[in-house]
């Protein structure tokens, strides 16, 4: 299909790939383009071209660095400073030793070409299951990993959120974002009850829990795509990115609701209210927290601005948890990072505002990257992984997990696939759609253990054992099942998107400029010749 040069991805000539002319998207003149930025000059956008680049033998050796300097530095503070929290077996030195094995981990993942958090997750899992070096990590310490990990992934997503493709591709992105997710739900929690015996709360759950897309390979493998040209001309890596922003959101909200009444105080009325709750004090929170980062006078640097939306982002987080409204923490996070980056980029915020700032989104996502490459995303993975216990795990629960995984994976594609109706795309490419939107890392690793540590929680083992026991092994067949859904489906979803897309979509001449669909095309650059 030819395009034209001037024009937004996924627009043709005439026509969208979804089915709308340019008179409905809106083409922009040729001086607008001018003023357009190039997906390849987005800040995030470089950083990932430039760790594509870096050969996986430099990142090793960079991992080693990084680790010798910990190393070092840990043992200063134990010989030195004599700070026996960091003693061996102790909750530091395992916090420690999963940091160090899940760098060393990612980096040996990617020399094989798997994706790196599937090499920290497995580290997480040796230390657990090769003699247990990490045993002295306490469970308060875990679930603080973990809420960070999610607030850390849910800014991001939603400082990237393209708000503007949504538009253009209209009713594609939300077919894409709700149908298959919520359709893998309900499969994931027929199958719980029926071959976990669980209760259908809870097993619903585990179905929000496995239902989420994982960001963390869904959107670099389309960066990588689109920054080659493949499907550029019908907008699939647009199509995907868009609609992963928003899977995630989907997942947490159904997980939010459900788990609150699956383990809870047993106060029907309050769970059935808690969903709705957590939304309210999420927007509500959130848009607050917006509203005070769009005083630009005051946050008047880069580094200001993404101090300011981290602090915002923990305190939200961690208080809301200790309220037991931990969801919404997490949309508070997601609906603050949203808009600030669109009163920003409009420059709101009245006489406190120096007025738009078209790049300061895309400078906090970079920074929180950075956060998540180095700190949130090896404590995250390597802490899932040490949560899986193969001593205490039966070969018929493994069993059984597989099967939830492969048919809740089978049920999402082909609902994916007919999601993409009515739109322009070939076979081949509503297939590839269809099977890039299986892979499951980010919201399984943060979530996976939330049941299990609510049960302990909440249910009291000494004044009803029959019920304590029963709803730990709940809990812990929705950690195992969890772990392996990112264990089979984050290496095939990585290899369906790098052998796939080439195969199957069609590329843009390397001559041929592109403009990418949302925000950056309001960018601030100097005209190109």
Request: charged letters at 15%; glycine letters at 10%.
């Amino acid at each position: 299909m030819p395009v034209h040069p001037h024009d937004d991805i996924g627009l043709s000539n005439s026509t969208t790939a979804w089915g709308q002319n340019e008179s409905e998207v809106g083409v922009r003149s040729v001086s607008s383009v001018r003023r357009g930025m190039t997906w390849a000059k987005r800040p995030f956008a470089k950083m990932y071209l430039r760790s594509l680049r870096e050969s996986p033998k430099d990142g090793l050796f960079k991992a080693l660095a990084y680790i010798t300097i910990a190393v070092l530095l840990y043992i200063g503070m134990v010989f030195v400073f004599e700070i026996h929290y960091f003693v061996p077996y102790d909750n530091g030195f395992a916090v420690v030793l999963l940091w160090a094995s899940s760098m060393v981990g990612g980096q040996l993942a990617r020399l094989v070409g798997l994706p790196q958090l599937l090499g920290m997750l497995c580290a997480g899992i040796l230390l657990k299951n090769a003699g247990d070096p990490v045993r002295g990590l306490h469970g308060e310490v875990s679930a603080a990993i973990r809420a960070f990990g999610l607030m850390n992934i849910l800014m991001r997503g939603g400082l990237e959120m393209d708000l503007g493709a949504v538009k253009r591709m209209g009713w594609a992105v939300i077919r894409l974002t709700v149908l298959p997710g919520v359709t893998e739900a309900f499969t994931g929690a027929a199958l719980g009850v029926a071959l976990f015996q669980m209760p259908f709360f809870l097993a619903l759950s585990m179905g929000f829990i496995l239902a989420a897309v994982s960001p963390a390979v869904v959107v670099g493998g389309m960066f990588d795509l689109q920054s080659r040209g493949y499907g550029v001309a019908e907008g699939i890596p647009s199509l995907v990115v868009a609609a992963a922003s928003f899977d995630d959101v989907v997942a947490i909200s159904g997980f939010s609701m459900c788990i609150g009444l699956a383990i809870g105080t047993g106060n029907i009325v309050l769970e059935a209210l808690h969903g709705p709750i957590n939304i309210v004090a999420g927007v509500s929170f959130g848009a607050m927290g917006a509203c005070l980062l769009s005083c630009t006078r005051i946050w008047d640097s880069r580094a200001k601005r993404c101090i300011v939306l981290l602090l915002l982002g923990v305190g939200f987080t961690f208080s809301s948890k200790l309220a037991h409204f931990s969801g919404a923490g997490a949309l508070a996070s997601l609906v603050m990072a949203a808009a600030s980056a669109q009163l920003w980029a409009a420059g709101s915020g009245g006489p406190l505002s120096v007025g738009p700032l078209k790049h300061a989104a895309h400078e906090a996502e970079e920074d929180l990257c950075a956060v998540w490459r180095f700190v949130a995303e090896p404590l995250l993975f390597s802490v899932i992984g040490a949560a899986l216990d193969f001593s205490k795990v039966s070969a018929d629960s493994v069993e059984k997990a597989i099967c939830v995984i492969l048919v809740g994976v089978v049920v999402r594609c082909a609902v994916a696939f007919f999601a993409t109706c009515g739109t322009a795309l070939v076979f081949r490419e509503r297939l590839f759609v269809a099977l890039a939107w299986m892979p499951k890392a980010t919201v399984q690793a943060a979530l996976a253990s939330y049941p299990l540590d609510l049960a302990r929680e909440m249910i009291s083992k000494d004044e009803d054992p029959d019920k304590f026991a029963r709803y730990e092994a709940y809990g812990s067949a929705i950690l195992t099942t969890a772990v392996f859904s990112i264990l089979i489906t984050a290496p095939a979803g990585l290899l369906v998107i790098q052998w796939l897309g080439p195969l199957w979509l069609q590329q843009v001449p390397a001559e041929t400029k592109v403009v990418p669909v949302g925000r950056a095309d309001t960018e601030d650059v100097k005209d190109t010749p």
